[in-house]
């Protein structure tokens, strides 16, 4: 059955695009046109703007495209949705927001404070682990996923533990939780071991776990979060078998492979490239020594002489 007969508010949530509209247009009047009004700032790089507007691309193509429905309808679906909303539109939020903006925020009396206890990496990495954990409960997915309001403010709970998770490894703001980096690659090693016990629950569960993707009541309800109830009111549909040839159980399977498969390409890049920065920077460090001793000893030979 086409996912068409769900209607186009269903498909595209133009909503959503009038918020991402607006949050872009004031990005770039904060970072350009009132950075002066800031005690201290620079010219935006084209790198951060990159990030920025990538990250409000991704945002809406798992949020507000056709592939927000498919996940209410495929499990597999929501957990690609996961990976990308919890593990990389996070990375390019610090990443494109400039140091100076970010400053601001943080330093904000109230939120200074909630910066200094969750941006710890100990702290950081195990909440959003057990934020991660707890929502892949049974029993508590479903109790969300029927709750457009409950749904709504765990997301962004969780979204805001996955940005505090990646702070320490990112962010360039002065006073700020920093990392070296062999305590990144060990920080990064241990957040794939331990948000693993979770996706392998999933994984090799012999049976369907969650009611939202198998119960068509429970189905039908969870539909509102994202299908205008007039809409769903004029469908006559039974369950999600009807929009996939996946079976419940292996649907699960293959959402569970899916978030680990991409959680570790996307630890895998940041490893990466926390190893040819450690080369680089290693590299600069032994060649200033060699240049250093060098002009030593020909100082040291022309005084002798």
């Known amino acids: 059955m086409p996912l068409s007969i769900f209607g186009f508010q269903a498909l595209w949530s133009p ?3 009038g918020v991402i509209a607006f949050l872009t247009v004031v990005y770039f009047l904060t970072t350009v046109t009132w950075r002066k009004d800031f005690k201290v700032s620079e ?3 084209k790198s951060e703007a990159i990030y920025f507007i990538l990250a409000m691309i991704i945002l809406y193509i798992i949020k507000g495209s056709p592939i927000d429905l498919l996940g209410h309808i495929m499990f597999t679906m929501h957990m690609v949705q996961m990976a990308f909303l919890l593990l990389l539109v996070p990375i390019f939020l610090i990443k494109g927001i400039p140091w100076w903006v970010w400053k601001v925020v943080v330093e904000a009396p109230v939120v200074r404070m909630i910066f200094k206890i969750f941006t710890q990496p ?3 990495i195990f909440i ?3 934020m991660f954990s707890f929502y892949h409960i049974p029993s508590v997915f479903d109790a969300i996923k ?4 409950l749904h709504g403010i765990y997301t962004f709970v969780l979204f805001i533990t996955a940005l505090f998770m990646y702070w320490p490894l990112l962010n360039q703001v002065d006073g700020q939780h920093k990392m070296k980096n062999i305590n990144k690659l060990a920080y990064i090693a241990g957040n ?3 948000i693993t016990p979770a996706c392998a629950l999933i994984i090799f569960a012999s049976h369907p776990m969650y009611a939202t993707y198998t119960e068509a009541d429970a189905w039908l309800q ?3 979060l994202c299908v205008p109830v007039d809409t769903l009111a004029g469908l006559n549909l039974s369950g999600p078998e009807l929009f ?3 079976d419940p159980v292996s649907d699960q399977q293959v959402g569970g492979v899916m978030m680990k498969i991409i959680q570790e390409i996307i630890f895998g890049v940041i490893l990466a490239r926390i190893f040819r920065k450690w080369w680089v920077s290693e590299r600069s460090s032994q060649q200033e020594i060699t240049e250093k001793a060098l002009r030593d000893f020909q100082q040291n030979r022309t005084n002798y002489n």
Do not use: Q
């Open 15 to 17: 909503y959503l695009i």
């Open 43 to 45: 010219p935006l790089k």
């Open 122 to 124: 100990l702290v950081a």
């Open 128 to 130: 959003f682990i057990a």
């Open 146 to 149: 029927l709750d457009m309001t």
């Open 192 to 194: 794939a071991v331990l």
């Open 222 to 224: 969870a539909m509102e």
């Open 244 to 246: 996939s040839n996946m």
